[in-house]
């Protein structure tokens, strides 16, 4: 009896989880996106987005070319099969690197709540301060927070060290922080993050372009990340996309972008 009770109970128990709506989540760094990207990377990169439910790009150009960019690759997400919709920043307040961020998402998936907007309260300690968005996804809603940090050369761990504040300054939500850190996630700025159970997606990954492929190795350095709060999100999957394969020379690819995108499947609890 007792065998049959626990049967019962694991079988309902995996159908719950199965039941479960999982969401693909893409965070992409590409290099200076604006009117440079010619209509065939345009192409190409709305393919390597496609499968995906939500996407978050940093570096887009802050002047027009920017804002034209994105809204072409939502015009080629749009001819792959699936309606998609856009959410273009405003140019950061940094004085030394404007730029925008931009969020694109299938609304068969994913409808925004509310507006998306930078989140200006560190402006003065933060270069491009962060982009925040807030989706539903059936009865329960999360909140994309889009980064992208100040180089390597300037410190980044300063900006990062702010981000402990923000879980406290947005009560309630379901915070998931990602983008291009400059800084890799075993460093202890995000200690404090990590113990009010916010985990990295990505561990030993690395996510940028070298200059020159390394017996094989083209990836450098391990900045660009996803941070989720493990009592309320179920990781399933999370890794990269390794588009620059599909080039002749790692130099081709850095063309597009010297960082690759980056993901994670998840489950809201």
Request: with cysteine; charged share 20%; hydrophobic share 40%.
């Amino acid at each position: 009896m007792i065998r049959f009770l626990f049967t019962i109970l694991l079988f309902f128990t995996l159908h719950s989880l199965s039941a479960q709506q999982q969401i693909s989540f893409c965070s992409w760094n590409i290099a200076n996106f604006g009117k440079s990207k010619h209509d065939t990377t345009i192409a190409y990169i709305a393919e390597v987005l496609r499968n995906f439910d939500v996407v978050a790009i940093q570096e887009v150009v802050a002047g027009p070319g920017g804002a034209q960019a994105v809204a072409r690759l939502h015009d080629a997400l749009n001819r792959k099969g699936a309606k998609w919709d856009y959410v273009i920043s405003d140019p950061t307040t940094g004085s030394n690197g404007q730029e925008r961020y931009a969020f694109l998402w299938k609304t068969s998936v994913l409808k925004r709540t509310g507006s998306a907007f930078l989140e200006k309260y560190y402006k003065n300690e933060i270069e491009r301060e962060p982009y925040f968005i807030t989706f539903s996804a059936g009865n329960k809603q999360f909140t994309l927070v889009s980064f992208h940090a100040v180089p390597k050369s300037k410190q980044p761990e300063r900006e990062i060290s702010y981000f402990k504040c923000l879980p406290d300054m947005y009560p309630g939500h379901t915070l998931i922080f990602a983008g291009d850190f400059n800084c890799p996630q075993w460093h202890n700025v995000f200690n404090p993050l990590k113990s009010m159970g916010y985990l990295p997606a990505l561990k030993g990954q690395k996510t940028t372009l070298r200059q020159q492929c390394l017996h094989g190795d083209c990836l450098a350095s391990e900045f660009d990340n996803i941070f989720y709060p493990v009592e309320k999100i179920i990781p399933h999957r999370s890794g990269i996309v390794p588009f620059y394969q599909r080039y002749a020379t790692v130099q081709d690819a850095r063309r597009l972008s010297d960082h690759v995108p980056i993901y994670l499947q998840f489950s809201i609890k």
